[in-house]
């Protein structure tokens, strides 16, 4: 294929059935690429497309001191290139290549089918960890490690009780509560960015709530999963001090995995470059997977040092 003509598409002119068809049979497809993902979860964003759709790239970007950058935005672990067709290292470079000189910082993370090796572009590589669920529950509790393994089989000795479902509301507020100390760069403005894409997922059967409740019906743990493109998106979790000590989201993984079991979904934990995050997930037989964060710095000179 040669390479493609590559335009910048400001957001008001963006087909958004175009491209949520493009994301929707991309190889790796995934929800934080669609429109109406991008619509909720950053005020203003643009994009790169070749082609009738072919390929897309989605830009968030914002304004600040009088400075255009590209970012990547909260709840949104992945972006770069998307299509059905093969996206080689040479086209991710192209895309890269035509971000508009007008941003003059661009930190984004590409997404699992992307790869590129130019030593000129700042790279940083990260791990997420997916679970494939097609097999059948006993094949999966088998790969899951001796730690889980006890700290599941202790959550089932404390009574605790799995809601399939939860509100909205009291989610965010409980989860606000249990990570200000964990994840003080999480602002206001995040979470109502995520009450937005959570009751747009909700009542279209994209988004899930499962809560795990004590004896009393306190919440204890609780996630939001987002599914689309045969992936489920552990986008949000948290657990109070009684839902670590009783090993509750333990209790609730195990439990989605149970439902979901010989389905053709990849269960995708989203992270961590943390080490002990990474070993939870890993716990339950989960496997890395790495994705590159790039970093364009065009700012002048004195500035550029600064943001080093």
Known sequence: MSNPEIRFVANHDIDRKKWDRCIAQSSFGIA?????????????????ISGDYLYVMPLPNKCKYGISYIYQPFFTQQLGVFSALPISEALTEQFLNAIPAKFSLVDLNLNLENSISNSVISLRKNTT??????FNYE????????????????????????????EIGQFITFTKQNL???????????????????????PNKLGE???????????I??????????????????SNLEGIEKSA????????????AESNLILDFEGSN?????????????????????????LPWLLRILKK
Not at 34 to 47: G, P
Not at 129 to 134: A, K
Not at 145 to 161: G, H, P
């Open 139 to 166: 094949k999966l509790k088998s790969g899951y490690n001796t730690n889980t393994k006890r700290n599941i089989q202790k959550a089932e000795q404390s009574k605790l009780v799995m809601l399939n479902s939860g």
């Open 32 to 48: 934080y690429a669609y429109s109406w993902y991008l619509d909720r979860i950053c005020a203003s964003w643009d994009a790169l």
């Open 274 to 298: 943390i080490q002990g995050v990474a070993r939870f997930y890993a716990g339950f037989g989960a496997e890395p997977q790495t994705y590159l964060s790039v970093r364009i710095n065009r």
């Open 221 to 238: 743990s609780a996630v939001f999963f987002v599914k689309t493109n045969q992936k489920c998106i552990y986008l949000a979790a948290s």
């Open 180 to 202: 200000a100390a964990k994840a003080p760069e999480v602002k206001e403005k995040h979470y109502a960015a995520f009450q937005k894409i959570a009751e747009y997922t909700l």
């Open 129 to 134: 960890y997916h679970l494939s669920l097609s």
């Open 209 to 219: 709530i499962k809560v795990v409740t004590n004896e009393q019906g306190n919440w």
């Open 249 to 260: 989201m333990f209790l609730l993984i195990d439990d989605f995995i149970r439902q979901n």
